[in-house]
């Protein structure tokens, strides 16, 4: 079977850039000068993405962004939101002026022709020498349409823009590792679908809504929803179409809070491990379904961001003669497991408790079925009921039934990924690595050995109550002693419930009844051997 893609061997790799006297650019001085095209710039990476180009490439002459209006917001005024929010506060200080850098294009990933006008397109097709195409859906419940239209069709339109593109050097593609998540082992490599991406393309211009979702499991197979299957989808129509530019693959694992920039612990969204563990945090979600035991590969968005601005400076630079994919993951160099971060997560939202928790924070993996429905049950539905009835009582309107249904929801879409384990390899991670002069390696470090779990864990775990939840991190004292009066609580209501328990089995069970007249006559022999105490 064909496979697309290009890795270098460490010790053999071919080198373009190979006599002393042609030196390279440091990845500073290639941005130098440069206009830069991203789309996916409202979301989570893309934010990031355009920071630390601005913060560490203060050169770049322009950033043009792809922003389409939304809740009656024009896309320059969703853009100055986004840059005047506190991930830019490090380079207002530094670059007054960077604002002015940054251009919103008007349009839309879904309409004909990317909704760009005929005069911004010009401007694209004449200056941009760099793109960055980070813009997707997420979800992983959506529908396989608009799924396709998403993934791939919007590849498909900015494959034929950049290829209008006069100067482009450089169309970085983010991808995801999950891409092939039907393969245990997942190489560098982009592998073809059992069906064409065109062919579906055009399938879904006459299917109708009710035929669509009816194929959709049999299209997508193994893999478990149409956000892995149409990324997978998009690789393999971006290598076939782009063969008049040059085309690299970033595929980030599971990508949660910063590392290290521009600060630990920022995030500002609820996808992936930051919605779990803040419901872990608020005692909300309490029994998943995992392997307590496989690897949670998670990877910090500034390694994914560094890494993803790194491949676009080999890229331009080197000109791989084929697509080069780059697995961007922790799993096989440092490795976190889901239970080592059970109990990281519960460590350090009992050390650094959200406000308002209604349970104490006790999150668990198994992989038991059975055991997981049932503590569902016990853990999740009937705690919500009697939560909700005590709202009710107080004259409140009852939110934690719905909630709970909200959250299983959400978190049985990550069954999956928290129950399997994969290989990435990881070849041209450690080869751009090494291409990188000393200065660009610190500057856009991504070497993930460099890692402390523990520490990112619970810069994690403060960023979500900080960036998130919009908490005051300058009174910790308030939640702590929230959390300890939750702890005692929690203590006497397990107490009386071992009692009433108890109580119920000596009263209906013989044989309760039976060891408890035992217990009795034991404790009665034993104070008898002590007349001093049972004189007195």
Known sequence: MAVFGEHYDLETSPKTVSTLSDVPPSIPEFYEGRTIFITGATGFMGKVLMEKLMRSCPKIKLIYVLIRPKKGQAPQERLSDILSSKLFDSIHETQPDFMERIIPINGDILSPELGISAEDEAKLISEVSIVFHSAATVKFDEALRFSLQMNVLGVKKLIELSKKMTNLDAFIHVSTAYANCDRQDVTECVYPPPVHPQKLLDAIEWMDDEMITKLTPKLIGSRPNTYTYTKALAEYLLVEESKSFSVAIVR??????????????????????????????????????????????MIPVDVAVNTMIAVGWHTGVEKPSNTMVYNCTTGQINRLTWGELERLSHEYLMKNPLEGAVRV??????????????????????????????RWLAGKKPIFVRLYDRLSKS????????????????????????????????????????IDWRQYI?????????????????????????????QTWTRIIKLVGLVILWRFLVSRVKIARSIWHFILQLVSKMISKFPGIAKS
């Not at 990508?255 to 992936?272: F, I, L, Q, R, T």
């Not at 945090?281 to 496989?294: D, I, P, Q, T």
């Not at 668990?364 to 429905?373: A, E, I, L, P, Q």
């Not at 384990?421 to 090494?434: A, G, V």
């Open 411 to 450: 978190v049985r879409s990550l069954d999956y990924f928290t129950s399997n384990e994969w290989k990435f390899h990881n070849d041209n991670m450690f080869m751009l690595q090494d291409k990188l002069n000393h200065d660009d390696q610190k500057l856009f470090d991504f070497d993930v050995k460099q």
């Open 361 to 390: 924070p006790n999150p668990r993996f198994t992989r038991s079925s059975s055991w997981h429905n049932f503590k569902s049950v016990y853990e999740h539905q009937i705690p919500a009921y009697f939560l909700d009835t005590f």
């Open 458 to 486: 619970e810069h994690y775990c403060l960023g979500a109550k900080n960036h998130i939840l919009k908490e005051d991190m300058t009174n910790m004292d308030k939640p702590r002693a929230e959390m300890k009066r939750l």
């Open 252 to 297: 980030p694992s599971i990508v949660g809070a910063s590392w290290k920039e521009p600060m630990p612990g920022w995030v500002d969204n609820y996808n992936g491990p930051t919605g779990m563990l803040i419901a872990i945090g608020k005692g909300l979600l309490r029994v998943m379904k995992g392997n307590f035991y496989a690897t949670s590969d």
